[in-house]
């Protein structure tokens, strides 16, 4: 069974999300900034990454529905 390349990412998202945690913990024990920053980075982009392919994934159903909408007129002409 194949996974679909949005459920893909969407796991490595996840693992990416799960291992900052420990980065971004112990950056702020040690005080270490580097790590931290780090940390808050890569949860960052796990967190943000579902909300833009639903942003992407709809506008390209939008431009695939134009290109259909035009092939209609097209084919009337």
Known sequence: MRMSLKAKL?????????LSMP??????ISGNGFL???GFLMLAFAMLSTPA???LMKEQ???LSRSE????????L
């Open 23 to 28: 980065i971004l913990y112990i950056g702020g």
């Open 69 to 76: 909408r035009a092939r209609q007129q097209a084919g009337r």
């Open 10 to 18: 969407q796991t490595i998202a996840g693992v990416i999300a799960l």
């Open 61 to 63: 159903q939008q431009t």
């Open 53 to 55: 392919m639903k942003l």
């Open 36 to 38: 931290e920053v780090l």
